[in-house]
């Protein structure tokens, strides 16, 4: 039986599909990108926002069709969809054969040969372990860089995510699997390593915490550059920072999204820190680290929020200059607190034209920060060739920045020096030296 995956969302989504390939290459399935000669299409969805959902289903009454072309055509949605909507996407979508959450991707093989009877099949439960341990991902890497799903789910429950009720509670992963695959990977000639999850620095495994984890994972592959996302604010430990400042081939960027600059709405959010804590948390980190890099996501027009909360947030941005963002506007999620309880009444025009001023912002900030880079000397891992421009290279720095440098016989996935002469917006431009 051929399979064609197509992957929306987030990193661990890209993870995941790797399982998926992983579990169903093993079971005897083939794998297509040829959509036309498949026997069984399978969507690994998102359902963090309205927008990426409305996404995934347009593309499903556009591959509708292709039921009504090839008869014993099945079609699946995996993913957090699948744990979001559960059975009603039976109702809502009644061309639909399979619904498989996040935590039940092993039972994918047995649950496609149910199909052959012409049943629909359904599996949306969320385990208090990590079930994929011993599953080594295969498929849809770029052969440079490697993502790892350390843990998964999330205990904070944020009241505006959706997270917590599509892929359950908090679930560390055995370290001496995670060192296996680190291993792995360095044989197979993975230069960097993303270690991932919805709270990275949540990771908990018997008396072991992240730092340790870190740490080990550093010395297990000192070739390797590694790399985490995303944090939570308030785990960010001076350990923790102590092991990020010691290791060269840990990456010094650090993903934490502030989501809002009103303590108000940080609040109402149940964020577990104020506006004065994530402040001081980014004081601490510049201190023990100071030449390194702070993402962020942030969101605008929660309930409630005001035009002060919302000039709030410009000023933390603006104190803090993120070298770069995610921004979004807030759209309830059905099944949330906020959804339940709190007035999404911040009109969409008003949520859309703060957005544009923080996104206006950040766009300075990040110009700002890139351009402190000119004429300094990075070290840059080359990840390929640039798409605008084939005489070419694009890569990333130690901290997470997009560098585009001249070409030469340096292979791709090698460390070179560049020289940054000059900055756009988002990306940094060098020449790469001999
Ligand atoms: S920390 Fe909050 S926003 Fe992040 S995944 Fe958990 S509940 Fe969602």
Redesign the pocket.
Known sequence: MKFYLETYGCQMNIYDSEIICSILLKSGFIKTSNLKKADIILLNTCSIREKPEKKIFNRLIKIKCFKKKKKQLKLGIVGCLATHYKKKLFEKLKFLDLIVGPDSYKQLPEIINKLKNNNKEIDVSLANKERYTNIIPKGVRNGISAFLSIMRG?????T?????YT?GREKSRNPNSILKECKLLYKKGYKEIILLG??VDAYFWKKMKFFQLLELIAKTVPLMRIRFL?S?PSNITTNLLKVVKKYTNICKHFHL?L?SGSTRILSL???KYTVEEFLLIIKRIKTIIPDCSISS?IMTGFCTETQADHRETIRIMNLIKFNFSFMFKYSSRQGTYAYRKLKDNVPNSLKISRLNEIIRLQKSHSFYRLKQNIGTIQEVLIEGISKQDEKYYYGRNYKNDLIVFTKNKSKIGSYKKVKILKSTFTTLIGEILP
Request: aromatic share 10%.
């Open positions: 999330c205990d904070n429950m944020c505006f995510c959706i997270v917590p892929r919805q709270n995303t939570y999204p989501q959010m149940r964020r996501d």
